[in-house]
């Protein structure tokens, strides 16, 4: 770990304001230690909570989620298999072991839904498999196994937690391949930028200011973030 002071600035208005406040750099983060304990509410459609209880998913100021298109979410899947760089995540100390995602969620809840074979929203994560005849210079993930023979493919979560059993029996050809793709979901590491010691405005303002480099966030998602209140 690495820890900086980072300096913020705000030309929202005609006055520059600089903002300080502390971040710690983390590269010994794992998926499967921030999706221990995963939750998801079917009900409100959103993560709830990850990493042991410790991680607040989707704070009020985030927005829904988005990922659920065949095509993002299975390009973060595809970038963790091949393990290659998914970005870094950004999350603000809330508290004594208690933290919120600024920047992430997008990408934790796809990890989440895909390997657990969870339905979020409309799609239904279960759907998500592994073409085992695939290179690694070949796409990975599919949606669309109607080509594959039976033994050619696997559901992505049972790549995850796998039964050794049928996976001896039915995949006994390919089961070094599976054991292979189990280990880098299992053990993929990330880095993550912690910030503390900031003011919830200062959080928002980050969250803003990162989501613009991505698809744009709606006006009406850039008012709720500026103006959430705990």
């Not at 221990?36 to 410790?54: C, T, V």
């Not at 963790?80 to 072991?97: D, M, Q, R, S």
């Not at 280990?183 to 959080?203: C, H, M, P, Q, W």
Request: net charge negative.
């Amino acid at each position: 770990t690495r820890s900086v002071s980072a300096f913020l600035l705000n030309r929202s208005s005609d006055l520059a304001i600089v903002c300080v406040m502390k971040t710690t750099l983390r590269t010994d983060l794992t998926i499967g230690e921030i999706i221990e304990g995963f939750e998801y509410s079917e009900a409100e459609e959103k993560g709830l909570y990850g990493w042991s209880g410790k991680l607040t998913i989707q704070p009020e100021y985030q927005r829904n989620y988005i990922y659920g298109d065949g095509k993002k979410d299975v390009a973060v899947i595809q970038s963790l298999l091949k393990e290659y760089p998914i970005g870094v995540f950004y999350f603000l100390k809330a508290g004594e072991n208690s933290y919120e995602i600024l920047d992430g969620q997008q990408r934790i809840t796809s990890i989440y839904a895909s390997i657990t074979g969870a339905k979020v929203g409309d799609y239904d994560y279960s759907q998500m498999y592994v073409d085992l005849t695939a290179s690694e210079d070949e796409p990975i993930v599919t949606l669309n196994v109607d080509n594959l023979k039976n033994d050619e493919y696997i559901p992505l979560k049972e790549i995850y937690k796998p039964d050794l059993t049928v996976v001896m029996s039915q995949y006994a050809a390919v089961h070094e391949k599976i054991q292979e793709y189990n280990k880098r979901l299992s053990t993929y590491s990330f880095s993550g930028v912690e910030i503390e010691d900031s003011s919830l405005d200062v959080a928002t303002e980050v969250f803003t200011r990162i989501n613009t480099t991505g698809k744009s966030l709606s006006v009406f998602e850039i008012m709720c973030a500026k103006t959430y209140d705990e």
